[in-house]
């Protein structure tokens, strides 16, 4: 295993510790609940907004914790969910008149880990709603999950109703936010290679040099199929084809266009996917109105990316374009 | 060789226009010279900072045209100094009165090319000037290099002039200021994988599973030495210790401290590098003042990553903190 690593076990606080120490003025971090949290929450002007989910996503979600995003996450270890107590110690921290929402990726066992802590929340009288994201049309059901999984669309969720907070919205009006960019946002990956969880050590699956995985998971999950590696221009299509049926998008439609790189994949190759789904969608009649290009949900090393569209309209633009102010730039 | 890529020839080509494409209001792409250029170009009210470089080290640079770093950039081919034709058309189209500085990374090929499109450009009475960067502390010469090789530093030379070129500094002044900030500024990499170039289709060197190369150049010239994989806590220290011992830094300085990707280590294990080398400066007393966590110069799909330390004093200090708008967030 090729990786800037101590002990394995301490991957996540070491991570954690070094975020922290980079953002000494915004963020605050506690050891004991991997928590990172805005250092001005709680705020009871507005409503919170939390993020778990395992590590290995980063940026995702640590890493957008700040004014306009999450007021707090609280990963698990590399790919495992939250326990339901890191989530109701998240919930507590920020716990605002206003309400907390509960981002949970659609996986079985965040979503246990989530409705658990929501139940435990509600009976300490924290007003708490909980929303599932589920963006990826990859594959109906999958390893860890039940229904669809939840990729890189998150992050238009996270930043749709962290604006709405942010402006004072309620509870009720950020769900419905939440609900409707989800409904209108849909993924699919490809990877190149697989990704070396450290406590495993070695590559979660096999993949031969002439192969890619279409459709893969964040986890590394089985995507639709294996394939052989094709030209760029071929994968784009493909994926393309599969986000923009799915909606289905369609002539007319302005939207967000997002290359999401899995961990591994440099920012070069990313700008050249971007060029040919920007082309592919304009032959379509489908206008990009805005444009995300970077890693915003990776799976730690794994070579590979995400192509994600979000159907635009005036409330979902204005939103997507308010300010935010996180670690890292991701819009 | 595993890459999203069409044609190796294209590769370039198709990552500017992506570039272009994903930036339409601020950048502007000639694909005849490699060069991506701020839309509000030419500016007679500001001096000019053009680098050119090769490619295959993004963001840099072409990723950080726009207000308050780069007026343009024309990367060769991968790896592969810019032709000095390419150099000299990127001045003639960001012209000023008030002069234009080429940024040039000290590499042999490079110099040359910038040196001769400096010649062709004073014979067509551009006001022109040129800086070498030099911050690698590895190694005195290198397979490309006599002398120091230019590296991940280079960002903070031109976060640097670019803000004083916005605040319309002349010439004389922002090449003092260029070259006190690279005089202040040193770097030291380390390479847990080979990188992969499009052209070539297989590693660039022989590397074993336990080994890394210390003092990496980002081409993939060696360093100081070849060694067996260490714990991040162990490699952070060696790094530090040869950077801080080289200027030398000491203690109650203040810093910026920079953890640079190279490419294809994903940004959860920066963080923990950076969680270390900050620890690591404040038993030393030197106070971390600000600090950069991310990809600012990589090496394509190079497992790896580079510290570099900048003396700050008052002058510096506001002109890293000054605003500036480019694709890709480095600051």
Do not use: W
Request: aromatic share 6%; net charge negative.
């Amino acid at each position: 295993m090729k990786k800037f690593i101590n002990d394995p076990k301490a991957f996540v606080p070491e991570m954690l510790k070094g975020l922290a120490l980079a953002n000494p003025d915004t963020l605050t971090y506690d050891s004991n609940f991997n928590l990172i949290a805005r250092a001005d929450s709680p705020r009871n002007d507005k409503v919170s907004i939390v993020q778990g989910s395992g590590s290995g996503h980063e940026p995702a979600h640590v890493m957008v914790v700040g004014k306009g995003m999450l007021d707090a996450a609280c990963p698990g270890d590399v790919f495992a969910a939250p326990p339901a107590d890191f989530v109701l110690e998240a919930a507590r921290r920020v716990k605002s008149d206003k309400g907390v929402l509960l981002l949970v990726n659609n996986y079985t066992g965040d979503k246990m880990a989530f409705e658990m802590a929501e139940e435990l929340a509600a009976a300490e009288d924290i007003k708490v709603r909980t929303l599932f994201i589920d963006d990826d049309v990859a594959v109906k059901d999958s390893t860890y999950t039940i229904g669809r999984r939840g990729v890189a669309g998150n992050f238009f969720v996270i930043k749709a109703v962290g604006a709405a907070a942010e402006a004072g919205a309620d509870l009720d009006e950020i769900v419905r936010i939440g609900e409707k960019v989800n409904s209108v946002t849909r993924t699919m990956g490809v990877a190149l290679t697989a990704c070396t969880p450290p406590s495993k050590g070695s590559p979660l699956f096999e993949i031969d040099d002439d192969e890619i995985e279409v459709g893969v998971g964040i986890h590394g999950e089985p995507g639709r199929r294996r394939a052989k590696l094709v030209s760029a221009n071929e994968i784009v299509a493909e994926l393309l084809q599969s986000v923009v049926s799915d909606l289905p998008f369609s002539q007319g439609d302005d939207v967000a266009l997002m290359i999401n790189g899995l961990g591994g994949t440099p920012i070069s190759e990313l700008y050249l996917l971007y060029g040919i789904a920007h082309e592919g969608l304009t032959q379509k009649g489908i206008t990009v109105g805005r444009n995300y290009v970077g890693e915003y949900c990776t799976s730690l090393d794994m070579a590979g990316a995400s192509l994600t569209l979000v159907k635009l309209d005036d409330e979902i633009r204005e939103l997507l374009a308010a300010p935010a102010e996180i670690p890292v730039r991701v819009f």
